[in-house]
């Protein structure tokens, strides 16, 4: 548990300038067969996020790696899934992740919000985790 608060704490006080821009989304479905539109934590098991053996990227490219980095991100952050009941939980989880990351909440706004939630925050994980 103090794992993931430090993980939230440290990911949150990322700060990085660089927007990020990934390729075209259209270029990107016709090189990648998968079905990437499936809904997560569904009551129904048959519509659950499906789990894959290969990333969808092609081998060697800089997709790739880029892709690898972001496995060996999450990899050191764990799993999140408990910390998340639904799939618009992880949605905003995700976005508050992302915008972190690439800059777009500022380093105040970061501040901000986490010492406004700061209670409800530590509530929630220790409740879930």
Do not use: C, W
Request: proline share 5%; no cysteine; hydrophobic share 40%.
């Amino acid at each position: 548990m103090k794992f993931i608060t430090a993980a939230l704490l440290v990911l949150s006080n990322t700060s990085s300038s660089t927007a990020f821009a990934p390729s075209s989304a259209s270029a990107r479905a016709n090189t990648y067969p998968h079905e990437l539109h499936t809904r997560l934590y569904s009551s129904d098991p048959d519509q659950t996020e499906p789990v894959v053996q290969n990333p969808p990227t092609v081998v060697g490219s800089h997709e790739e790696l880029m892709y690898s980095l972001g496995v060996n991100l999450a990899r050191q952050l764990g799993d999140i899934r408990p910390l998340v009941e639904t799939g618009e939980e992880l949605t905003f989880l995700a976005k508050g992740m992302l915008d972190t990351v690439v800059g777009r909440l500022s380093e105040d706004g970061q501040v901000d919000l986490l010492q406004r939630r700061k209670a409800d925050l530590n509530a929630l994980i220790t409740q879930r985790a």
